[in-house]
């Protein structure tokens, strides 16, 4: 665990971003604690993503400090590849390596990034392909898979890296209905096992049940922050009501 419970894993103070004349980041304050599953909820141009993105540096911001387990990101340069190892990101396409097996795709960073051995990020690999229910599949290729499936096999290439946070950026959205439960059910055990997640979704069961914080955005603003259940049963602002009425009546 290393330092004292006292540091929040992701610290994000006074964060500012535009794309040219949008304000699509304002002033966003969000603390994530250690083992912590935030799940970020929003209408379409909110700003979840784009949050969700900046957490890792793959969206830069205007103005404000975004720090991983008390180290602040750099903006570039060996530190930002260093840290950005730290911090896992499954987004909705798989991006996975289409000449690679399923084992290299998982096996590959820790041996190029971690400079693992290669035999024990073999092994590694295998036991996060059964972890995540696709060990059967290790010696196929990506295209051999289900959308399910593949998305399952990027999950355990983010945690070969043995990140201290995963960040979700709508990972089911691409899916059939079919596949969307064993992606969710890979994530729910995650959360289960302490890791600390950020999880931008539409799925408002995931979010009931494994979250521990639901942060609501809305215009580019944290418009509220609350447990699931309070968030659910009894949202403050109109912009929660008025999306979640439009989300659970259909």
């Known amino acids: 665990m290393g ?35 935030v799940v970020v909820l929003g209408p379409s141009g909110s700003g979840k993503s784009t949050l969700c993105r900046t957490i890792n540096r793959l969206e830069t911001i205007d103005s404000g400090t975004i720090a991983i387990d008390g180290q602040q990101l750099p903006s570039e340069g060996r530190k930002l590849a260093q840290l950005r190892a730290d911090v ?18 998982v096996a590959l960073a820790p041996v190029k990034v971690r400079k693992v051995d290669k035999g024990k990020a073999r092994e590694n690999a295998l036991s996060l392909l059964e972890r ?10 990506p295209a051999q898979l289900s959308g399910g499936q593949q998305q399952r096999v990027a999950i355990a ?24 439960n064993e992606v969710l059910a890979v994530m729910t055990s995650l959360a289960s096992d302490g890791m600390t997640m950020v999880v931008v979704t539409h799925e408002m069961g995931f979010a009931r049940k494994a979250a521990n914080r639901v ?4 215009d580019g603003a944290i418009v509220e922050d609350a447990p699931p259940a309070e968030f659910f049963d009894n949202p403050r602002s109109e912009r929660a009501k008025d999306f979640l009425g439009k989300i659970l009546n259909h």
């Open 88 to 105: 896992g990101m499954v987004f909705q396409s798989f991006n996975l390596f289409a000449h690679k097996t399923i084992l290299e795709n």
């Open 3 to 37: 330092r004292s419970g006292g540091e929040p894993m992701i610290s994000i103070k006074g964060v500012n971003k535009h794309f040219g004349d949008l304000h699509v980041l304002k002033d966003i304050n969000l603390e994530v604690d250690r083992g912590q599953v």
């Open 157 to 180: 290439r983010s945690l070969a890296m043995s990140p201290k946070v995963m960040l979700f950026d709508e990972p089911t959205s691409a899916l059939d209905p079919e596949m969307i």
């Open 132 to 141: 995540v229910g696709v060990a059967n599949q290790a010696d196929k290729y």
């Open 215 to 218: 942060v609501f955005m809305a």
